[in-house]
């Protein structure tokens, strides 16, 4: 071989070799999956769920098995894959049968170890408006003419039946309990009520869910790719509903929705009774320095580390007897807040047991109304 086809073949797998290394070595689309930090409370898991998704075979825009990659990568332990029955703008297209997405998506939800729930949305005028079933065995009953017998047709079936977007079509765009609902409340076929779809909160639906002893529920309502869901800049999350069940399989799931055992995640707030956020709030907060010491001048500080990823806005309910404490204060998702607390006299000396009442403003009881908290904590009074 001579000297300048030897230097040609030399280059050329100089060329080559460099070509794989960066095909192979070079930025890759990473597989990952954001876990939602929300710690489990005693005796609860806390799973995400989203139970109200739509494909290609009813009015959305993506394959069944996108739709449980998705949920995977956001964090989800279980979605409901809810198509209409009545339309399928898409029919020329895939199959009608009311089942299909459901089948496609399965063994992707397999494979990622992820819950998959059969589902439904009967799509009627208001009133009654569109209703969600999940945990149906077959969707095919639910296509008929009537909306009580599609409802019933689900109920036939053990299926969990809540209404969806409660001011969806209402020609003043509010929310509205009409003469229909009462109807399907008595006959013992509404269980829960969409408190939060998408990026609208209902309050109506959170008292409605209060009053007559319903499951509050929060679901993305997705159509598009979950990624042009968020606001760009704007890191945000899809709505879900958090489940405290016994245990991660679908029978606890369907055990807690039925037992009202839900708390509402979106928008930055939690919603929910009392005895759940509670429980929650409690396990996500640790003070690091239970005894704080207020030195010369009587200042001193207090941290508190908040081991969930949501952020709580606190408004002092009281100001304690012997010091003063930040009217405002919030405890940063995921962080270690630390805030200063000030002596109300010199004079006060020795070691003082604390509680400080606080309002967490965006942890809703009720509407408006924001979960009662105590910060507890020891002052050591020095001069």
């Known amino acids: 071989m001579s000297r300048s086809r030897s230097y040609r073949f030399s280059s050329l797998v100089v060329f080559i070799s460099a070509s794989l290394f960066f095909t192979f070595a070079g930025p890759v689309r990473a597989e990952v999956r954001t876990e939602v ?34 949920a995977w990568r956001d964090g989800l332990d279980a979605i409901a894959i809810t198509d209409h029955i009545e339309y399928q703008p898409h029919k020329k297209d895939v199959s009608t049968d009311h089942n299909r997405s459901y089948e496609l998506a399965e063994p992707q939800a397999q494979a990622l170890g992820m819950i998959l729930i059969r589902g439904a949305e009967i799509t009627r005028s208001l009133p009654p408006g569109h209703f969600n079933a999940i945990f149906i065995k077959d969707a095919n009953p639910l296509d008929t003419k009537e909306y009580l017998d599609a409802i019933k047709a689900a109920i036939d079936q053990g299926a969990f039946v809540f209404w969806n977007h409660p001011s969806f079509s209402h020609p003043k765009g509010i929310s509205e309990w009409f003469p229909e609902h009462t109807t399907i409340l008595e006959k013992g076929w509404m ?17 409605w869910c209060l009053e007559k002893k319903l499951t509050m529920m929060a679901d993305s309502d997705i159509h598009d790719p979950i990624g042009m869901y968020s606001i760009p800049g704007v890191e945000e999350k899809r709505p879900m509903t958090l489940v405290l069940a016994k245990e991660r399989t679908p029978e606890a799931i369907k055990e807690a929705l039925f037992a009202r055992k839900t708390v509402v995640y979106a928008l930055g ?8 956020l509670k429980p929650i709030f409690d396990a996500s907060i640790n003070v690091l320095n239970p005894s704080v010491n207020l030195s010369a001048g009587g200042r001193g500080i207090c941290q508190i580390r908040n081991n969930s990823e949501v952020s ?11 010091i003063t404490v930040p009217q405002s204060l919030v405890l940063y998702g995921d962080k270690v807040t ?10 006060t000396t020795g070691t003082k047991k604390v509680k400080v009442s606080y309002v967490v403003k965006n942890l809703l009881i009720a509407p408006k109304t924001g979960l009662p908290v105590t910060l507890d904590f020891e002052a050591v009074f020095t001069k």
Not at 338 to 347: L, T
Request: include cysteine.
């Open 312 to 322: 709580f806005e606190l408004e002092c309910a009281a100001q304690p007897e012997d």
């Open 269 to 276: 707030m939690l919603i929910g009774e009392e005895q759940y």
């Open 338 to 347: 630390r805030f200063p607390i000030k002596a109300k006299s010199k004079e």
């Open 191 to 207: 269980y829960g009520i969409e408190v939060v779809n998408g990026r609208t909160y209902y309050p109506e639906s959170q008292q």
């Open 37 to 70: 930090k929300i710690p489990n409370i005693p005796e609860y898991t806390i799973l995400k769920c989203d139970f109200h998704t739509h494909t290609v075979f009813s009015d959305g825009d993506v394959w069944p098995t996108v739709r449980v990659e998705e």
